[in-house]
């Protein structure tokens, strides 16, 4: 059966995770009639959050930390009326906590960029004056550097990248380290410095705000998901959760009819696929790399996990927002409690390993242990507290491994089949897997769609 004639779309939207649910709206906002199809109950794909029946909070499925300049994401939030919805520094403050040596913070001073990082990272007190000097080194670098086309830095792993700049251990540990594996999500070792120098010229080259953090300050659901589903709904789209497309029809290059495990047939002018790399097989069938031969290297891609162990205490033992944990395998702790402003009394707390290959195979009650112990060792206060709730959420494709050589896999959004588009934060955004990669390839998908809806009716004109 058809769908009915009046939401036979002009764009169907395959996947409703941020790029997905970004193209939709962009493509909405425009005018254009929208059908969004996401086989889960929910939207949101990996960045979403749910009501913890226990203890009543929204409990994320991953931390996700977003920063000034992800301006894609920042556009998309605006649009969709959720910017109230996130709090963003004035100026960059990062805590870091050693577990002898105590709590460190990297401020950018009231400087214009690039001068502003730089007085941070000097008065660093985490590293000797020597080891602060030499991190100009990078500095100075990325002033120069040009990720998207120098092959020599494509061929290079973050650690190799670093050493060529003369980095100390401490100064990759305490810092350089922390900032790869947070936005990389896997080690320095294998991950591209390509991505990495991309990264921090992204944040730390741009305006002063770029470098700022942007905190949800509710679920990511919340946040990025539930607004844009209302504003698709308000502007004449449709959401279909549950919903699978089981057969794609081409019509010589272009696609004609896509069939729905409802038994429905939709015939739109326009598709974008925003799933996963290892979802397409699922979507166009075993014959995906035929159809489109742009993903026949999606089967190099490899999947980096996330483990969140989510913690609740009868008593307030952390001072920060969040903090980055030097020198333990736990990397960075959310106090949630604070960030969701809760006057409870006591810490909900989210302890947060990316790149988790090592420990998305431990059992729930090892990690926990693991958590408990590292916080202990870090704040002293929390064994007079007690445990009052946990949950462990892992991610095990949390994000792809942006390693060295991923950059010339990665495909573009416009795709052999006509009138076919790929969003997703694994396409060729120039970035690693980020928000921001997923809401920019949204937004690019959504500018093609519409050129080449344009350009299909001026031909129909003529």
Known sequence: MQLPARSAPDVVVIGGGVSGLTAAVSLAGSGYSV??????????????????????????????????????????????????????????????????????????????????????????????????LSLLRVGTALLSAKPDSDENLRAQTVTQWLDTLGQSKENKEYLWDILAIGTLNDSPDVVSAALFIKVLQSAFLGKKRDSSMVIPKRGLSVVLVDNAVEFLERNGGRVLTETTVERAELDGMQISKLELNSGAAVSPRAVVSAVPYFDLPRVFGGGTSAVLPETSSAGSFISSPIVTIHLWFDRSFVDEDFTALLDSPIHWVFNKSRIFEKESGGDYLSLVISGAGDFIAKEKEELLALALSELRRFYPACGRASLVHSLVVKEKRATFSPRVGTESVRPSHATSVRNLFLAGDWTDTKLPATIEGAAQSGYRCGALVRKFLEGASGDSAR
């Open 35 to 132: 059908c969004l199809i996401e086989q889960k109950q929910h939207c949101g794909g990996r960045t979403y959050s749910f009501v913890e029946r226990a203890t009543g909070d929204e409990v994320d499925n991953g931390q996700h930390l977003m920063m000034g300049c992800y301006h894609s994401t920042l556009n998309y939030l605006a649009a969709i009326g959720a910017m109230p919805l996130v709090s963003v520094q004035e100026r960059l403050s990062v805590s870091f906590r050693h577990a002898d040596r105590g709590l460190f913070r990297l401020r950018s001073a009231a400087l214009p960029p690039p001068l502003n990082i730089l007085a941070g990272l000097l008065r660093l007190k985490s590293l000797s004056f020597s080891q602060r």
